[in-house]
């Protein structure tokens, strides 16, 4: 789709730039690849898409250019986020761009792909719903190893979630945790269901839901079913941070501030991503309804 506004002027700066630099690095693969991507109308640099392109995506175009290594690209990409507070604002800017139609394709270019294998440091770790509808980089308008994304119905914290959030914690340079919920989870909505219709579930569909059930068993009365439903899931949000907070590696490194754990919600309909960083906002025993600040 991009495509069409590429000119033909672009394409050949586009296939120069492949020639003289991601050939030149990486031998005679790459001298097969250029040759077969005559065809292809942008072979070494993605094109320009939605938003302009970032000072750290201009630099990196420069570096291929001049013949930059793979090393040098990782190098430019680690660390995007120095501190916690960098990192959850990449992720609201990355979202504003989504929401108002000025997404971008972070990455641009396949050398900068293919110096990943040298190594990952996503500076957010997302643990978010399997809803087809939210895809967690897309939304936020992330590109490849930026972040580290646990998916699972619900976004729920149990045994394995919690695993890969420990080892992204430990391991990765990873800033800021997020649990995300969002808009029209099925997940929330059947675990509000009866004790009895829930019985009718599969057996590992109802682990999920029990892990849900406390979260929404005690809402406040709400008539508005969209307030309910919004009310419903970020409580389950609230409800999961809570169990991440409780345990040591998280609260160990939270103490260390090296990275910060925030709720968020992402409303389908707008594409827009509310975040929840205060206490206050996270608070699983508040009864307000967050989106319109009535009280109970
Ligand atoms: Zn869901």
């Not at 001049?66 to 992720?91: D, F, S, W």
Request: proline share 5%; glycine share 8%; aromatic share 4%.
């Amino acid at each position: 789709m991009e495509e069409t506004t590429t000119t033909k002027t672009e394409i050949l700066d586009r296939r120069g730039l492949f020639k003289t630099g991601a050939a030149a690095v990486l031998g005679g693969t790459l001298l097969r690849s250029a040759r077969a991507a005559e065809d292809d109308p942008a072979p070494g640099i993605a094109p320009p898409v939605g938003a302009p392109r970032s000072a750290r995506d201009e630099q990196l175009i420069q570096l291929i250019k001049n013949g930059v290594t793979m090393e040098e690209i990782a190098a430019l990409k680690n660390p995007i986020a120095a501190t916690p507070q960098e990192a959850v604002r990449l992720l609201k800017a990355g979202n504003a761009r989504f929401f108002s139609g000025q997404a971008r394709r972070p990455e641009v270019s396949a050398q900068e792909r293919r110096a990943q294998i040298l190594g990952q440091t996503p500076f957010a770790v997302v643990l978010g719903c399997s809803d087809s509808r939210v895809p967690i980089e897309v939304v936020l308008d992330q590109g490849l190893g930026d972040i580290f994304v646990i998916r699972v119905a619900g976004n729920i914290v149990e045994s394995s979630t919690l695993g890969s959030i420990e080892y992204a914690v430990e391991h990765l340079k990873s800033k800021v945790v997020v649990v995300m919920g969002h808009e029209g989870c099925g997940a929330v909505k059947a675990a509000m269901l009866s004790a009895g219709q829930r019985s009718a579930e599969p057996k590992n569909v109802q682990y999920l839901l029990d892990r849900i059930v406390p979260a929404v068993s005690n809402l406040p009365e709400i008539r508005d079913t969209k307030a309910r439903m919004r009310e419903a899931v970020i409580a389950n949000v609230r409800r999961q941070v809570f169990h991440l907070k409780q345990n040591p590696v998280i609260q160990q490194a939270v103490k260390q501030n090296r990275i910060t754990v925030i709720g968020a919600f992402y409303e389908i309909t707008s594409g827009i991503v509310d975040f929840m960083e205060t206490d206050e906002e996270l608070r699983i025993d508040r009864s307000a309804v967050i989106s319109s600040g009535r009280a109970r």
